[in-house]
């Protein structure tokens, strides 16, 4: 009973990870599949994937952390749009350099919101366990409503 009820807190966080991880394959297939090309479009599918790999881990962390210490439906979201975001930077670097710049921006502000999501749940179990103030439900509506911001361009 207690697993269920585990389960169902992190369920989508779990997809989200998971569709990641596809995506991680794909990008690792686009390089291993450059091998018979030329030299400097070679180096920007390698590039484009080792910068997706630097910022992955900090993408996981955040969202987890947002999704546990808040809500895991905008964290969800919030990580399913980066990962849409991160397509489109690494479709965006194999083009012109200059093409994957708005990708690069977005997936910024992606991590900050998710970053924000932390503190916010930090600071809110803070309030709660020392001073017995549990704003979780409005914390929850206000993020729930500015998680689809993230989709303003």
């Known amino acids: 009973m207690y697993s269920m009820y585990m ?6 966080l779990v997809i989200v990870t998971l569709i ?6 794909f990008f690792a297939q686009k390089v ?12 920007r599918v390698s590039c ?32 399913f749009i980066y990962l849409l975001v991160r397509q ?7 083009g012109q350099t200059s093409q994957s710049t708005p990708g ?9 919101f998710l970053f924000l999501m932390c503190v ?12 017995g103030s549990d704003y979780k439900e409005y914390v929850e509506t206000i993020t729930n409503a500015a998680s689809a911001l ?3 361009p």
């Open 7 to 12: 389960v169902e807190n992190i369920y989508l």
């Open 20 to 25: 990641s991880v596809l995506q991680n394959i």
């Open 32 to 43: 291993e599949k450059c091998k018979n090309i030329p030299i400097s479009a070679m180096e």
């Open 48 to 79: 484009a994937n080792r910068n997706c790999m630097d910022v992955y881990p900090t993408f996981l962390a955040v969202m987890w952390c947002a999704g546990l210490c808040l809500s895991q439906a905008p964290a969800a979201f919030a990580g």
């Open 88 to 94: 489109k930077y690494f479709v965006g670097y194999l």
């Open 104 to 112: 690069y921006l977005f997936g910024k502000r992606v991590i900050g």
């Open 120 to 131: 916010v749940g930090i600071f809110n179990y803070l309030l709660a366990h020392y001073f």
């Open 150 to 152: 993230l989709l303003i």
